[in-house]
């Protein structure tokens, strides 16, 4: 490798693309296009960046491999960073399979932290523990090392488990420390105010506060009845009761638990199941059978017995009931919650990650944009979403070749 490939790819790992591109702006080779493709990203034109790696890819040919697998791997965490979580997935599979079979560590180490924070999105937390458990134990460069750590706190914040989190964001901080990049420490401190930010609010016996997450994960220990509204579930001690298939019951489910220990009036669960504002015989029936299939799935849990005026929820053991509900609560929350990372979505990412159809996606993005939450940039398929006015850009991009591990 000459001497300015060489030092436009020290230029990257210390984060500086404009130093990275006095080097090789002027070149056509494949190892030129393919820092000038990490440099572009790294400024933020995610288009060019992409267009570049892949002539790189090209270039290097198929007696290149290792470098063509690079450049694949770039191309992943740009996708990533763009969120096009449908950018496919079997690409980098068969990358970083190339590089752990040429001795490429370091580089194949980079391909496990993407994998794992794509999975993270798209909330498949076991396939993501499964693949940080194929980490090595030789040490690895700090910017690796931060981010290894910032996909471990990323798990333990979906787990719940708020002083792992937090043990895991220190490290990534000291690593990023030690890398000297600066967006790399931004998006280590980012990741660690969450920890500090509301994670849900508590509803009980008529009022509301916010918890933190360590104070949400000492709620669902506590052996409390608990109507979890963040993921339409019914928890007890060890035991949860799934209902967000059942939009109905889990609606009947939260009226009682909020109102507990009093009862509620059947017009006002008619109200918050049905929706219904002049309820006849016919809802009456309706909410009976309801009513009776909510008893069926709480059983051993939990009575709902009727009263002159209404139901009331009844737990068997648990002495407290509690709802626990989002931060906040309105039309599209989920969609809003996603796009509070700063980075730009497309349409299909989202519905990707929450689970539902493009179409009904790009309905909820057209709602939240007609009322001025969010913005979208580009068209068509280049068409992103975002809440902040700029999107982000990627932090540690991957190099065209290892670098010294100091």
């Known amino acids: 490798m000459d001497s300015l490939i060489t030092a436009a790819g020290r230029a990257l790992a210390a984060g500086d693309p404009f130093g990275a591109l006095n080097h090789v702006a002027l070149r056509e080779d494949a190892p030129a296009l393919a820092l000038r493709g990490i440099a572009m990203a790294q400024l933020g034109d995610l288009a060019r960046a992409k267009a570049l790696l892949k002539r790189a890819g090209q270039g290097f040919g198929a007696k290149e491999p290792v470098a063509r697998a690079r450049c694949i791997l770039a191309e992943a965490e740009i996708a990533l960073v763009s969120r096009d979580l449908g950018w496919p997935a079997k690409a980098l599979d068969a990358a970083r399979a190339v ?12 391909a496990r932290t993407i994998e794992v924070r794509r999975l993270l999105l798209i909330g498949r937390l076991g396939e993501a523990e499964r693949l940080l458990g194929g980490f090595d134990e030789s ?3 700090p910017a690796l090392e931060a981010a290894r750590a910032l996909a471990i706190g990323g798990i333990a914040l979906r787990r719940l488990q708020a002083e792992a989190a937090r043990a895991a964001f220190a490290q990534a901080a000291e690593a990023a420390e030690r890398a000297r990049i600066p967006a790399l420490m931004a998006e280590v401190e980012a990741a660690a105010r969450v920890l500090a930010a509301p994670a849900a609010r508590l509803i009980l016996r008529g009022t509301e506060r916010p918890l933190l997450l360590g104070e949400v994960a000492a709620l669902l220990a506590s052996g409390s009845f608990v109507v979890d509204a963040c993921r339409n579930v019914v928890r007890e001690a060890g035991t949860a009761v799934p209902l967000a298939t059942r939009p109905v019951l889990f609606a009947l489910a939260r009226a009682l638990a909020e109102a507990w220990p009093a009862d509620v009036s059947r017009e006002d669960l008619l109200k918050r199941a049905f929706r219904a504002k002049e309820a006849d015989e016919s809802h009456r029936a309706r909410l009976r059978v309801e009513i009776g299939r909510l008893r069926a799935e709480l059983h051993g849990i939990a009575e709902i017995s009727a009263t002159q005026r209404g139901f009331a929820l009844k737990p068997r053991r648990a002495g407290e009931v509690a709802v626990l509900a989002q931060p906040l609560e309105e039309a599209h929350a989920d969609v809003l919650a996603l796009l509070a990372d700063g980075e730009a979505w497309s349409s299909s990412a989202l519905a990707l990650a ?26 068509a398929r280049a068409r992103r979403w975002l809440t902040p006015p700029v ?8 190099l065209p ?5 100091r």
Do not use: V, W, Y
């Open 99 to 110: 590089l752990e079979a040429h001795g490429d560590r370091l580089n194949a180490a980079h």
């Open 139 to 141: 040490p690895l460069p």
């Open 354 to 379: 929450l689970g539902t159809s493009q179409r009904n996606m790009q309905r909820a993005l057209e709602t939240l944009a007609g009322a001025g939450k969010i913005q979208s940039f580009g068209k």
């Open 401 to 405: 070749a290892p670098l010294p591990d």
């Open 391 to 398: 999107p982000g850009f990627p932090t540690a991009l991957l």
